[in-house]
């Protein structure tokens, strides 16, 4: 019998190979990862069984008087808020190997940096809350940054549903167990590398981290599960600033105002030494923040400059 009439073509089969495990619309195939990190994603094929979990402590004493510097000038006001996101977006810039997820028990490098974060339409007990995303360049100052976090805040903030919800309310108006197929198959279609862009371009489960400022409803930070969902593969709750006892370089205790963050993180995706310088740049641009400054800023500089 003629194999021809049963195969492809060499040429044919390399570029059905590619597109089947080979790079995705949202990132590129990592192929030169170890052995054994290669081989984790089939020992832990969930990200619940690959979980690890980080606490960070940072002292926001410079970062508030950096603010009241920048807000007393004629610039678009910044909070912490905006201070936490852009810091965020400049460690993606300079640890670009942070950016990852698995798919298809592949590991991924992410084509941009995108972040969701969870945006409370409104305040009081019966309070709804939402969760919306929005793409970031690392090369931008403070203010693009700032003006980025602020349009997603009040997208999510608004009476009208999201891109995301939208999406949701038309699924949901279909019979549970079609949802339940529906997502399966998306799952499916997301190992095998075929899911439509369409389908993650606004779901907020598709991006590099999610970051939940538990201290805006009163929390202290806790670690947030991760979603089987989606590719997000870090996750970032924020809690409150406190006045806590620390011990200063000569050895003395005094009050300081910290900020406490608790991570949950995909450990398949990042080496544990990586994941901590990672997040040692975010420590630091949150903690000097004039860092985060670019010419077009303008900004106040750090202190007593």
């Known amino acids: ?11 044919r ?3 059905g190979f590619e597109m089947l495990f080979g790079d995705r ?31 960070q402590k ?5 970062t508030q008087a ?22 965020y977006v400049r460690m993606y810039g300079d640890h670009p190997d942070f950016n990852g997820f698995i798919a298809g028990g592949r590991l991924y490098r992410r084509n941009d940096v995108t972040i969701s974060m969870a945006v409370l339409k409104s305040r009081g007990d019966d309070a709804r809350a939402t969760t919306v995303k929005q793409t970031y360049e690392p090369s931008e100052g403070l203010t693009k940054t700032g003006r980025r976090v602020t349009e997603i805040i ?6 009208a549903m999201t891109a995301a919800e939208r999406e949701m309310d038309l699924l949901l108006r279909l019979p549970g167990w079609l949802i339940s197929i529906v997502l399966k198959l998306q799952k499916i279609g997301d190992w095998l590398n075929v899911t439509p862009v369409m389908f993650a371009r606004n779901d907020p489960l598709y991006a590099s981290m999610l970051v939940a400022f538990h201290g805006s409803v009163g929390l202290d930070a806790a670690y947030h599960h991760l979603f089987e969902h989606g590719t997000i593969s870090i996750i970032s709750a924020i809690g409150p600033v406190r006045d806590e006892v620390v011990v200063n370089d000569k050895r003395e205790t005094e009050v300081r105002p910290i900020l406490t963050v608790r991570y949950s993180g995909d450990e398949r995706v990042f080496e544990g030494h990586y994941a901590a310088s990672s997040v040692a740049s975010f420590k630091k641009y949150v903690e000097s923040p004039w860092l985060l400054e670019t010419p077009d800023d303008s900004g106040p500089g750090a202190p007593n400059t």
Request: aromatic share 8%; net charge positive.
């Open 58 to 62: 940072i002292d926001v004493s410079e």
């Open 13 to 15: 089969r390399c570029e």
């Open 25 to 55: 619309a949202d990132g590129k195939l990592v192929r030169d990862v170890s052995t054994t990190r290669r081989f984790m994603p089939y020992i832990m094929p969930r990200r619940g069984d690959a979980a690890l979990y980080m606490i």
């Open 154 to 159: 009040a997208a999510g903030r608004a009476d």
């Open 1 to 11: 019998m003629n194999s021809r009439y049963f195969a492809l073509p060499a040429s």
């Open 66 to 87: 950096y603010l009241e510097r920048w807000n007393d000038g004629a610039r678009p006001k910044l909070s912490l808020v905006h201070i936490i996101l852009a810091a």
